[in-house]
């Protein structure tokens, strides 16, 4: 029987890779489809950044600075924020980048969706769930191969 491992490292870190890319690709067009997206985000316990996504877009941000006048704020923000209009190109209005930050700042823990225009899916059986699995095999293969662990630790891994 043919042992050859660093053929099989290579097939799996060109799944990776397509992966990344596909689970890359699948975020930023879930994100550029939506026409609107308002999140708050808490800066101390009475002040609140708000921001508005329009297309995958950064076209607005304001700050409250009391919950009374939260309503109010974001109101004024969807009304003063620039107006996009829908195109059937996946990055019409803004770059790679600046959709993979704002995907970034929306990941974060303490953001609070307020409102969304639209639907915004990511399929459960998709690319990042099998990246995920992926990542998580890899770096168990990594951490069986060091040598510098004892036996026990490599079991634990």
Known sequence: MNEEYEEAAHVRNQLGAFLRGVSRGTRIRALTS???VIAANPISPNVWEIVCIRYGRLV???VSRSNL???????????TSEVLVSS???????TYEEVEK???FLDRENIRLVSIIGE???PIF???GAQFVLERQRNRDQGNANLWLSSAQRANN
């Open 34 to 36: 939506l026409p609107e």
């Open 60 to 62: 607005g941000s304001a």
């Open 69 to 79: 006048t939260i309503a109010k704020t974001i109101e004024s923000l969807q009304n």
């Open 88 to 94: 059937d190109q996946i990055l019409s209005h803004s």
């Open 102 to 104: 704002l995907l970034n």
């Open 120 to 122: 915004w899916t990511l």
């Open 126 to 128: 998709g690319a990042p």
